[in-house]
Each structure stands twice: as structure tokens, then as C-alpha cells.
């Protein structure tokens, strides 16, 4: 009689990854989120790319320190987007742009 063991490899899971990435949080690359739109300002409209958006990064490895919501002016983008850049790997903008 002839058995087969079947053997696998550990099944990674997205909080074990998170995990093992966050044990040292410093060490991330860090992201930022800039949100666009007036309506956003003006509480219009619930701002619900942002949160998904940093769990997506998170999840990969970056450590997400700032969520800006700024209205559609293109000096308050440029503005805005120029302190996000500072010191930050990876910018997201999410919204109208302008």
C-alpha cells in the first residue's frame, strides 16, 4: 500500500505580512495621502479613498504618516503636495486635482 503525504508551504496572510513589516515602523518607507476636492473640504462628500488607500500601502510595506485633505485650489495643491513630497517616498493624490 503506497500513502502520498502531502506537504505545504505556510499560506501568508495579509496580517501576518503586515505584521512582520511593522515590527520595526521606522525602518518603513514612508507615504503620504493628499485628498483633492472642495467637496471634501466642505464636508460634501465622505472621504473614503483616503482610508482605503493606506491600508492598501500599509499592507505593502509603507508606512503611512500623513492624510491631507486640501480644496481644489491650485495653490493650496502645489502648496500641499510640496509638504507632502518632504521626507516622503511615495505620494498619493486621490480627488479632483484642481
Given at each position: ?84 513630497a518632504d ?12
Amino acid at each position: 500500500m503506497r500513502t502520498s503525504a502531502s506537504v505545504s508551504a505556510p499560506r501568508r496572510t495579509r496580517s501576518s505580512r503586515t505584521d512582520r513589516l511593522s515590527a520595526d515602523p521606522t525602518r518603513l518607507p514612508i507615504a503620504r495621502i493628499l485628498a483633492i476636492g472642495d467637496e471634501l473640504v466642505l464636508g460634501r462628500t465622505v472621504d473614503t479613498n483616503s482610508t482605503h488607500i493606506a491600508r492598501w500601502l500599509s499592507d505593502r510595506g509603507f508606512r503611512v504618516d500623513l492624510v491631507q485633505t486640501v480644496g481644489d485650489g491650485t495653490g493650496a495643491i502645489v502648496s500641499a503636495l510640496g509638504r507632502a513630497a518632504d521626507g516622503a517616498a511615495f505620494v498619493v493624490c486621490t480627488g479632483g486635482l484642481g
